[in-house]
């Protein structure tokens, strides 16, 4: 039988819309989890840190958070390199828009100064990390090692540019000089975090003036 011109034509079904996660939104979720991971570190350690604990925080499902990183010890790492993120974009960074020489120096105390005084009420991963994993070998301790060292390496090339400009002495040894300072804000955060002494701060400022005093060129 022939087919009549006005017979509707038949269209495709419909098919189901499916939902797709892009990477952005991957990302941003990942990043997120990183956050509140810097977060409990600041209060329990980077030790403390479990896929399980931050899933809870996050109110995630656990196999939605290892989905992201595949192990507690990539979570811990990835923790580590957003901390160090942190630290040379607010630290490092603004100071190089100093001239080098000693106001680069001093650029890097005062904004270091800056985010001490905000890790002596939440703890320094740096600090804490050390203590946690100074004698267990393994991936989370290199890149707690690793991050320290790129940044003493970059203070103690600051320090060089110091020399080299003149405002140091010729035999200015440029490793006492970053030991010494370094020791400056390890001693604040002990006397101020754990022994809770009175004046601390004042006293990390006076000394790091002592320092540049006793090695700057007359």
């Not at 904004?111 to 005084?117: D, E, F, G, H, L």
Request: with cysteine.
């Amino acid at each position: 039988m022939p087919v009549s011109r006005n017979q509707p034509k038949l269209l495709p079904k419909p098919q189901p819309m499916r939902t797709l996660t892009s990477p952005q939104k991957g990302q941003q979720t990942k990043a997120a989890i990183v956050d509140t991971a810097l977060g409990l570190a600041a209060q329990i350690g980077l030790e403390g840190l479990s896929i399980g604990v931050v899933a809870d925080a996050m109110q995630m499902s656990k196999s939605g958070v290892f989905a992201h990183f595949g192990s507690r010890e990539e979570l811990q790492i990835s923790v580590v390199r957003d901390y160090f993120r942190r630290f040379d974009e607010e630290v490092f960074q603004p100071a190089l828009s100093e001239p080098r020489g000693l106001p680069r120096v001093r650029a890097l105390f005062a904004n270091w100064m800056k985010r001490v005084a905000v890790e002596l009420k939440s703890g320094c991963i740096f600090i804490s990390g050390a203590v946690e994993f100074d004698d267990r070998p393994g991936p989370v301790r290199d890149a707690l090692a690793s991050s320290v060292q790129t940044w003493m390496s970059a203070l103690r090339r600051s320090v060089v540019l110091a020399r080299e400009a003149g405002h140091l002495r010729a035999e200015a040894d440029e490793q006492q000089i970053v030991f010494e300072i370094h020791g400056l804000i390890l001693a604040l955060h002990y006397e101020t975090r754990f022994l809770k002494t009175p004046g601390s701060l004042q006293r990390a400022l006076l000394g790091f003036e002592e320092i540049l005093a006793r090695y700057r060129s007359t």
